[in-house]
């Protein structure tokens, strides 16, 4: 970490665990930034390696002397719902469509994956919030809907 520097820009990107490479959308979204784009991704590669081909939300942190830092999260929770199911892609009408189901134990497994992201103080709140999500993507699910 850099200490107290405040940083002078943050950068959010989707990448994909132990494929950065300075080509786009890195190369486009670093470039103006001044950071040095193969460090920024062999650090990052380095720190993902044991979860390749997975993708991570990244927030990067530039500061003054163009040093950075960054932070992982854990992957989507559209990306977490369509590895549990071997899906492509969710419904594109997902109130008609249905492509899926999700047993209390499939979603369970994704909300305790998914926990350190989100705002909810429990279990069976996190497992509405991937419900939820699941209903929006056109799948079916064992959660009940919140009251």
């Keep these: ?10 950068v959010k990107l989707q990448i994909t665990a132990w494929q950065a490479n300075p080509a786009p959308p890195i190369g486009t979204a670093l470039g103006p930034t001044g950071i040095q784009i193969a460090d920024f991704c062999k650090q990052f590669n380095d720190k993902t390696k044991d979860k390749m081909g997975t993708v991570l939300p990244t927030i990067i942190h530039i ?3 163009r040093s950075f830092d960054f932070t992982t999260k ?11 199911l071997g899906l492509k892609s969710g419904s594109k ?4 469509d249905k492509v899926g ?3 209390t134990e ?5 909300a305790s994956a998914k926990m350190p ?13 991937v ?3 699941a209903r929006s993507m056109g799948i079916t699910t064992d959660v009940p809907k919140a009251a």
């Excluded at 989507?76 to 369509?82: A, C, D, G, R, S």
Aim: net charge negative; hydrophobic share 30%; proline share 6%.
């Design 117 to 129: 992201d989100l705002s909810a103080n429990d279990m069976e709140a996190a497992g509405r919030i």
């Design 1 to 10: 970490m850099a200490g107290k520097k405040k940083p002078t820009k943050i």
């Design 63 to 65: 500061y003054e002397d």
């Design 106 to 110: 499939q979603v369970e497994k994704i």
């Design 74 to 84: 854990e992957p989507p929770m559209t990306y977490l719902i369509k590895q549990e």
């Design 131 to 133: 419900a939820g999500s």
């Design 93 to 96: 009408e997902s109130h008609k």
């Design 101 to 103: 189901h999700l047993t």
